[in-house]
């Protein structure tokens, strides 16, 4: 029998998903030496080219308070979304794949740097000057990151992943699914408590 995955699908520019980012950084550290937590960037938003109207940016914040009050994830809420804003959630998940080619042991550290960005400073994580930024706080530094960033390699491995998340039937994040050989169960869905998940994960191991 292989060593089960659980397959973590996300986007870092999904509210739900900050308000989870406790919750999966506790799932590995339980978890990690009994099975592999895969990161999958589920496409949110890619190749968004319109400006947020401000309807859809009162609703978007709507949606922040309620993941803010719900999860107690810090939140910058003055000048968020400003006028012009463009919420593709493209370059922020082909960063994150750079920086896995990179250096596969920080693609979580930097997937949680550009949600922290994001959503508690209140930086444009779709620019990539900030992403560079982001990355040289991972060790990786601009020479080496842009390049990757700009790639077609990486270009390819984001779409990748997009399609992974459809293939899994996922189309709302955060979603995990653990697989087992062959069997794929899905063992969270959506921003759920950690002792809910812990719960699923741990039928699925012994049974």
Same mark, same amino acid.
């Given at each position: ?21 406790? /919750? ?5 550290? @339980?978890?990690? *030496? @009994?099975? @592999? ?32 009050? @719900? ?5 910058? %809420? ?20 750079? /920086?896995?080619?990179? *250096?596969?042991? !920080? ?7 550009? !949600?922290? *960005? %994001?959503?508690?400073?209140? &930086? ?5 000057? /900030? ?9 990786? =530094?601009?020479? &080496? ?9 990486? &270009?390819?491995?984001? &779409?990748?992943?997009?399609? !992974?998340?459809?293939?899994?039937? /996922? ?10 050989? =062959?069997?794929?169960? +899905?063992?969270?869905?959506?921003? !759920?408590? +950690? ?13």
């Amino acid at each position: 029998m292989n060593s089960p995955i659980l397959w973590y699908f996300a986007d870092p520019m999904c509210s739900w998903c900050w308000g989870f980012s406790p /919750v999966i950084e506790a799932l590995r550290e @339980r978890y990690g *030496a @009994r099975l @592999r937590v895969a990161l999958v960037l589920g496409g949110l938003r890619p190749g968004e080219r319109a400006a947020l109207s401000a309807a859809a940016r009162e609703d978007i914040l709507h949606h922040w308070h309620a993941v803010a009050e @719900r999860t107690g994830q810090p939140f910058r %809420f003055d000048g968020a979304l400003a006028p012009g804003f463009v919420y593709d959630t493209e370059p922020a998940s082909r960063a994150v794949v750079a /920086v896995g080619a990179l *250096a596969p042991g !920080q693609i979580f550290a930097m997937f949680k740097a550009i !949600q922290h *960005a %994001f959503y508690a400073e209140g &930086r444009d994580v779709t620019q990539p000057d /900030v992403l560079a930024a982001l990355a040289a706080g991972c060790g990786i =530094d601009t020479p &080496r990151f842009q390049p990757a960033f700009d790639s077609d390699d990486a &270009r390819a491995k984001t &779409r990748a992943h997009f399609r !992974q998340a459809r293939a899994a039937g /996922v189309h709302g994040f955060p979603a995990l699914i653990l697989q087992q050989d =062959d069997r794929l169960t +899905r063992v969270g869905e959506g921003c !759920q408590p +950690r002792e809910t998940v812990e719960r699923a994960i741990d039928a699925c191991l012994s049974a």
